[in-house]
């Protein structure tokens, strides 16, 4: 039986939320998202507010959240440090205070790499209403909760076995987060799901959590497999997740901040041996024959993927993102709303 008491609690990772809760988020997402398509009105967060803090740019998590703040009868403050006296060197403690104090919900996006999670863990801490990530260089929560509806939605509810890869690709754009790919690999073995990590041996996710993702894959029947070949990740695979991380694993929290301008640069050397990292046709043919393609945007089209597979008929990219509109609700609703 899934419990339903979320009020109140703070959503950093999905880790730190039992499976049945994850499970009663899912559920209140479904019935959110019937309520969106009938039109039926769900203002379960009527004159609340929430405070959204964006460290960075940001298309679905901002919309998906300032849209579903107003679905759900609230509003929501599109906040960005520069708007804020974060940009004079206010604490978060002095931050996360205040804010409690006048109204029913933090948000925040920050991904800067070993500063992220700590600043969120920080709000968390003094704050005492709840604090939501919006991703930070750790973890996605929101993207992460909207990928298993959608897997679910495609696949059934029983994921058990299901053959999923998360795979690097090739960017040109920009080195993006870990936490995408990191939320990823602790979440779907929870769920009982086959997961292979294809990645060059440059590219490797933070050894802390990978052991965590597979003391979570022992616990509930799922698997974590790990390869440094493209093609083989994608033989069979029943869903391909190809996406561009950057080479932050290789290096301390303390000696990126130390010397970033050099680490980048290796990352950058790095990056360009492996060019021919992309989610192609003929990689696609590889994998099984239902095989979904996801990305949770934005997609470096011609790099990490080719417009054939993105527009092509096994691209999900759609529902997933629209995914992130009912998930993010559910989420609010439960931690901002609630029974008392
Ligand atoms: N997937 C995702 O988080 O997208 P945005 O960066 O646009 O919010």
């Known amino acids: 039986?899934?419990?339903?008491?979320?009020?109140?609690?703070?959503?950093?990772?999905?880790?730190?939320?039992?499976?049945?809760?994850?499970?009663?988020?899912?559920?209140?997402?479904?019935?959110?998202?019937?309520?969106?398509?009938?039109?039926?009105?769900?203002?379960?967060?009527?004159?609340?507010?929430?405070?959204?803090?964006?460290?960075?740019?940001?298309?679905?998590?901002?919309?998906?959240?300032?849209?579903?703040?107003?679905?759900?009868?609230?509003?929501?403050?599109?906040?960005?440090?520069?708007?804020?006296?974060?940009?004079?060197?206010?604490?978060?403690?002095?931050?996360?205070?205040?804010?409690?104090?006048?109204?029913?919900?933090?948000?925040?996006?920050?991904?800067?790499?070993?500063?992220?999670?700590?600043?969120?863990?920080?709000?968390?801490?003094?704050?005492?209403?709840?604090?939501?990530?919006?991703?930070?260089?750790?973890?996605?929560?929101?993207?992460?909760?909207a990928d298993l509806m959608t897997i679910q939605e495609y696949f059934g509810k029983n994921t058990k076995g299901l053959k999923v890869t998360v795979s690097w690709a090739y960017a040109t754009s920009h080195a993006k987060p870990l936490s995408v790919p990191l939320s990823q690999i602790l979440m779907f073995p929870r769920f009982g799901m086959d997961v292979t990590v294809a990645a060059p041996k440059e590219f490797p996710l933070t050894p802390e959590l990978v052991k965590i993702a597979q003391q979570n894959a022992e616990e509930n029947g799922g698997k974590l497999n790990f390869t440094d070949n493209m093609d083989e990740g994608f033989e069979g695979a029943q869903i391909v997740i190809p996406k561009n991380w950057g080479g932050f694993a290789n290096f301390s929290m303390d000696e990126y901040n130390r010397n970033e301008e050099e680490c980048r640069k290796q990352m950058k050397a790095n990056l360009e041996k492996h060019k021919d990292w992309i989610c192609d046709e003929r990689r696609m043919k590889l994998a099984a024959p239902e095989v979904k393609y996801m990305h949770a945007l934005p997609a470096d089209r011609g790099n990490e993927v080719t417009d054939a597979v993105i527009d092509g008929p096994a691209s999900i990219i759609y529902d997933e993102a629209e995914n992130r509109l009912h998930t993010a609700k559910a989420v609010m609703a439960l931690t901002m709303g609630g029974r008392p």
């Open 1 to 145: 039986m899934s419990q339903t008491l979320l009020r109140g609690r703070h959503l950093i990772t999905f880790q730190e939320w039992t499976k049945n809760e994850i499970n009663m988020a899912l559920d209140v997402a479904g019935d959110l998202k019937r309520r969106f398509a009938t039109g039926e009105p769900h203002r379960l967060l009527q004159d609340k507010t929430l405070f959204m803090m964006f460290f960075e740019q940001s298309t679905r998590t901002r919309n998906s959240m300032e849209a579903g703040m107003t679905q759900l009868g609230g509003h929501a403050h599109d906040l960005t440090p520069d708007k804020m006296q974060l940009s004079h060197g206010e604490s978060a403690k002095d931050t996360a205070m205040v804010l409690s104090r006048m109204g029913h919900g933090i948000a925040c996006r920050n991904c800067f790499y070993g500063i992220g999670n700590n600043y969120l863990r920080e709000m968390a801490k003094f704050s005492s209403i709840p604090v939501l990530s919006l991703q930070d260089d750790l973890y996605h929560p929101m993207q992460v909760i």
